[in-house]
């Protein structure tokens, strides 16, 4: 794995697969997308509520990677280009859920959570779960900016990277995330 | 005391992250011959030409029935003498069925 998660170990033939399909090569495409299916499916599962969300937001990433196939030029790995196009379809999809969340119940955020150190209390599953509920009910750029930098560890500039937002941008905004998730957990709701 | 609060759930947040990322998402059921769905949506998306010539049908059945209307209705006046058919503007046709003599 490369630094912002996704498979590099044969980059050209990457590159190769995308110029056979372009081509017109449907067999080159699904072998893109059985290699990169894992990755993509990763990043979205920290978007989608459930499974079917899930499939939605896979084959959407897929489906606008094929339509836009011949803008890749090549010049990065195949896998940074599908990357920022995950991410950018994860966000679509966030803005446009943004409405139904609004009202979202809280009541399992009274929850206790276990140091992970002592293995003791609730699981990591519902932790997430928690985290989740939480989660939901922050706008879509802050929702973005915690998924990409806190839960998958991703540095400031890939977060830059993948969003196309300014490094200092996303110093910010997840700074400000972080105080409005605290304040969701906290149960200190400010509405 | 507010100090201590907020450090207290800088803290509870970090757990609650740490345990997240230790439980990643199971994408297994998704991930199972998901490539052959995707390559069906994208056959889906490339429908021939004629696909869409067939969804203008009903434009093209209204646009046939309205021509056919208005043609029924167009009933052209040709006047029997020559000077009318001049003066109704109908030079044209007048002088060629006077020269051919119908």
Not at chain 1, 34 to 46: F, N, P
Not at chain 1, 48 to 69: H, I, K, S, W
Not at chain 2, 19 to 35: C, H, K, T, W, Y
């Amino acid at each position: 794995m490369c630094a912002l998660g996704v498979p590099v170990a044969v980059p050209d033939e990457d590159a190769e697969l995308v110029r056979t399909a372009i081509a017109g090569d449907d067999e080159a495409f699904t072998e893109l997308v059985r290699r990169h299916k894992g990755t993509v499916l990763r990043s979205a599962a920290r978007f989608a509520r459930n499974p079917a969300e899930l499939e939605d937001l896979g084959q959407e990433t897929f489906l606008r990677v094929y339509r836009d196939l011949r803008s890749f030029r090549g010049d990065a790995p195949f896998g940074h280009w599908l990357s920022r196009i995950t991410v950018h379809v994860c966000y679509d999809a966030l803005r446009k859920r943004r409405r139904e969340e609004k009202d979202v119940s809280l009541e399992v955020l009274a929850a206790p959570v276990a140091d992970p150190s002592t293995g003791n209390g609730p699981s990591a599953q519902l932790a997430r779960m928690i985290l989740d509920q939480a989660m939901s009910r922050l706008k879509p750029e802050d929702r973005l900016v915690i998924t990409l930098y806190e839960l998958e560890d991703r540095s400031v500039r890939e977060v830059a990277e993948l969003t196309g937002w300014s490094e200092t941008g996303v110093k910010v905004r997840a700074f400000r995330a972080r105080q409005a998730l605290k304040r969701h957990i906290g149960g200190d709701d400010e509405r | 005391m507010n100090d201590k609060r907020r450090d207290r759930r800088d803290v509870e947040l970090d757990r609650y992250i740490a345990l997240a990322r230790q439980a990643p998402p199971d994408i297994s059921g998704v991930e199972r011959n998901f490539e052959t769905r995707v390559m069906a949506r994208i056959r889906e998306t490339r429908e021939p030409w004629y696909a869409w010539a067939w969804r203008l049908a009903p434009v093209f059945l209204a646009l046939a029935i309205l021509l056919a209307g208005w043609s029924m209705s167009y009933s052209p006046v040709h006047p029997a003498d020559p000077v009318t058919m001049l003066a109704s503007g109908t030079q044209e046709v007048a002088l060629l069925d006077y020269l051919t003599g119908e």
